[in-house]
C-alpha cells in the first residue's frame, strides 16, 4: 500500500458506451467503450500532471471491473484501497453522441453496483491520512445511505487531521430521495471544505441565490477559504475572504462531448492551489482544462499530461530574431526612408 500520496478520492467508476452515431439510443448499433465517473476522472487527471493519487472504490468481479482497474493502472492512479466485491456488478452507462454541443443523453445501469456498497469500512485510516487533500464530489454521496456515511467520515477524518478539502457538488438529482434532501446533505457536506467548486445553476438549487457573489458568500459564510463558480462561457467566479474576481472562459472553436468540463475545470484548479499559486491563476487554469476536456469525445479523455499543460501555459516562442538583428533591420529602414 502506498504510504503517502497528494490526493485522495473516492466514488464509483462505471463501464461507458458512447454511441458511434447520432440519434435515439434505442436507435444506435455501434458503441465505444469508455471510462466514466466524476471522482475518478479528478484522480486520471490530477495524475497525468504528476500528482500521487489514491482512489477508493469498489468494483466487480466482472469484466468491467477489471476494465475499471486496468485503467487506473494505465492512468498511474493508486487502487490499494479498490476492492473487488464478490456479489454485486460493476456498473455501466450508455451516453448519446450530439454533434451540435448541446448535452448528451446518458442512461445509467448502476444501481445495486459494487460501488454502491461502499461504507465506513471502506476506510482506511493510515491510507486517507498520507494524502495531504482530499476531493469529493456529490455523486458518491448520491449513490447510497451508507456511500453518504463516508463521505462524511472522510471529510471530518481530513480536516481533523489538517488536511486541505474541495468539494465539487456535481449534481445528480435523480440518485437522491427529494431536492430537499440532496441539498441538505451537500451543503452539509460543503461546510467541512476549504473550496466549494459549484456551476452556477448548482449554486442557484443549493443556495437558493442567483448571483455569484451571493452563492459565495453562502459558502463562505460556513466555513469556507474559497469558492469558485463556473459560468460556462462566460468563465467563473472566485471569491475568498480577501479578494474576489472573475477569469474569462477559454475560446473553445467546436464542443464536441459536454460531459466532463466540471471535472477537468476540478482538476485545473486544485493542481494549481497544490502547488501554491494565486487563486486567480488556479481558476485559469480550470477554465483551460476545462476547455480542453469538451473537445474530444469521452469524460477524461481531454486532460492533458504535464507536459501538453506546459506547453499551453509557457508556450514556447519559435523563430525568435536576435535584438541585434532587428535593431540592424530598424536601421537599414530609417535610412532608407532618409
Known amino acids: 500500500m502506498q504510504s503517502t500520496l497528494d490526493v485522495i478520492t473516492y466514488g464509483e467508476a462505471m463501464a461507458m458506451f458512447v454511441a458511434a452515431e447520432t440519434g435515439q439510443l434505442a436507435d444506435v448499433f455501434q458503441f465505444t467503450k469508455r471510462i466514466a465517473g466524476a471522482d475518478l476522472n479528478v484522480a486520471i487527471g490530477l495524475s497525468r500532471l504528476g500528482f500521487k493519487v489514491g482512489w477508493m ?65 471502506d476506510y482506511v485510516p493510515a491510507y486517507a491520512l498520507s494524502a495531504r487533500h482530499l476531493h469529493l464530489t456529490g455523486v458518491a454521496p448520491a449513490i447510497s445511505g451508507t456511500s453518504r456515511e463516508l463521505a462524511f467520515h472522510l471529510a471530518k477524518e481530513m480536516r481533523a487531521a489538517g488536511k486541505t478539502i474541495s468539494f465539487d457538488p456535481n449534481l445528480r438529482p435523480t440518485l437522491w430521495p427529494s431536492r430537499e434532501a440532496m441539498v441538505a446533505a451537500l451543503n452539509s457536506l460543503a461546510a467541512h471544505a476549504d473550496w466549494v467548486l459549484p456551476g452556477i445553476g448548482e449554486g442557484e438549487i443549493l443556495t437558493g441565490y442567483t448571483k455569484p457573489d451571493d452563492i459565495a458568500r453562502f459558502y463562505l459564510d460556513q466555513g469556507a477559504r474559497g469558492v469558485i463558480i463556473k459560468l460556462g462561457a462566460k468563465g467563473a467566479y472566485f471569491r475568498t475572504a480577501d479578494a474576489a474576481g472573475s477569469v474569462a472562459a477559454q475560446p ?6 459536454t460531459v466532463g468540463a466540471g471535472d477537468g475545470f476540478a482538476v485545473g484548479v486544485v493542481s494549481a492551489l497544490l502547488e501554491g499559486r494565486p487563486v486567480g491563476e488556479a481558476v485559469a487554469r480550470g477554465n483551460r482544462i476545462g476547455a480542453l476536456a469538451i473537445q474530444v469525445i469521452g469524460d477524461s479523455e481531454g486532460l492533458p499530461t504535464r507536459s501538453e499543460l506546459d506547453a499551453l501555459e509557457h508556450p514556447q516562442i519559435t523563430n525568435m530574431t536576435p535584438v541585434t538583428a532587428v535593431t540592424q533591420t530598424e536601421n537599414k529602414v530609417s535610412q532608407t526612408l532618409h
Do not use: I, M, W
Not at 490499494?80 to 453522441?97: H, I, M, N
Not at 473553445?252 to 462531448?257: A, G, I, N, Q, T
Open 57 to 121: 472504490s469498489r468494483v466487480g468481479r466482472d469484466s468491467f471491473g477489471q476494465y475499471v482497474r486496468d485503467t487506473l493502472a494505465k492512468e498511474g492512479v493508486d487502487a490499494a484501497c479498490v476492492t473487488t466485491d464478490e456479489r454485486y456488478p460493476t456498473g455501466f452507462q450508455l451516453k448519446s453522441k450530439n454533434d451540435d454541443g448541446s448535452d448528451p443523453a446518458v442512461e445509467y445501469f448502476r444501481k445495486g453496483s459494487a460501488a454502491s456498497h461502499l461504507s465506513v469500512e
Open 252 to 257: 473553445v472553436e467546436k464542443v464536441v462531448d
